[in-house]
T-cell receptor, first 113, second 114 residues
Framework: NAGVTQTPKFRILKIGQSMTLQCAQDMNHNYMYWYRQDPGMGLKLIYYSVGAGITDKGEVPNGYNVSRSTTEDFPLRLELAAPSQTSVYFC????????????FGPGTRLTVL | QKEVEQNSGPLSVPEGAIASLNCTYSDRGSQSFFWYRQYSGKSPELIMSIYSNGDKEDGRFTAQLNKASQYVSLLIRDSQPSDSATYLCAGGGHGSGNTGKLIFGQGTTLQVKP
């Protein structure tokens, strides 16, 4: 199993550009999450999904959108990139919800200039 | 605002010593707690999970939970230089539904000196 994969690993965007961060898991997990981690900080939840077709906002959803059309994939869309979105983005998945271990992907380091 | 608080450190211990990492949380509804280790430039990986009051041991690691005091800790015995990393405390199970949402602390940086 590849686990949780993310692409790209690194990306530089100009202010106002848009992009999609890709996340996929091959563990047949129902729950998927997007976090951002700013330097020296913990992780903040952006969006999460409890199954295909079901998504909801986390702590810091502004400026982002998600979709979940399949169990495996959970892309994160950034519209009109801003310098405040410079961060490392982690995707995670778990089989169930409360109490289940979340497995993290390797992350995408995004810089907005 | 639901919060998980950690001392950012760095916590420096000599090799072979016990490292004690602490975490407090504000949401009394939190039911599950996790310690993740994160090496610089890498993604978090689970070290321990704990759901009930008391101690839970796994090899050199012991997690402790005190729900009355809203306190979680992680002890690392016989610390090794390879334990040098940032340790993230996370709490979950709060709120309605079974969403799996976690609130993370800012992390404590541990340095184990040879």
């Amino acid at each position: 199993n590849a686990g949780v994969t993310q692409t790209p690993k690194f990306r530089i965007l100009k202010i106002g550009q848009s992009m999609t961060l890709q996340c996929a898991q091959d563990m047949n997990h129902n729950y998927m999450y997007w976090y951002r981690q700013d330097p020296g900080m913990g992780l903040k939840l952006i969006y999460y999904s409890v199954g295909a077709g079901i998504t909801d906002k986390g702590e810091v959803p502004n400026g982002y959108n998600v979709s979940r059309s399949t169990t495996e994939d959970f892309p994160l869309r950034l519209e009109l990139a801003a310098p405040s979105q410079t961060s490392v983005y982690f995707c995670a998945s778990s089989y169930g919800g409360r109490g289940d271990t979340q497995y993290f992907g390797p992350g995408t380091r995004l810089t907005v200039l | 605002q639901k919060e998980v608080e950690q001392n950012s450190g760095p916590l420096s211990v000599p090799e072979g010593a016990i490292a004690s990492l602490n975490c407090t949380y504000s949401d009394r509804g939190s039911q599950s707690f996790f310690w993740y280790r994160q090496y610089s430039g890498k993604s978090p990986e689970l070290i321990m999970s704990i759901y009930s009051n008391g101690d839970k041991e796994d090899g050199r690691f012991t997690a402790q939970l005190n729900k009355a005091s809203q306190y979680v800790s992680l002890l690392i015995r016989d610390s090794q230089p390879s334990d040098s990393a940032t340790y993230l405390c996370a709490g979950g199970g709060h709120g309605s539904g079974n969403t799996g949402k976690l609130i993370f602390g800012q992390g404590t940086t541990l340095q184990v000196k040879p």
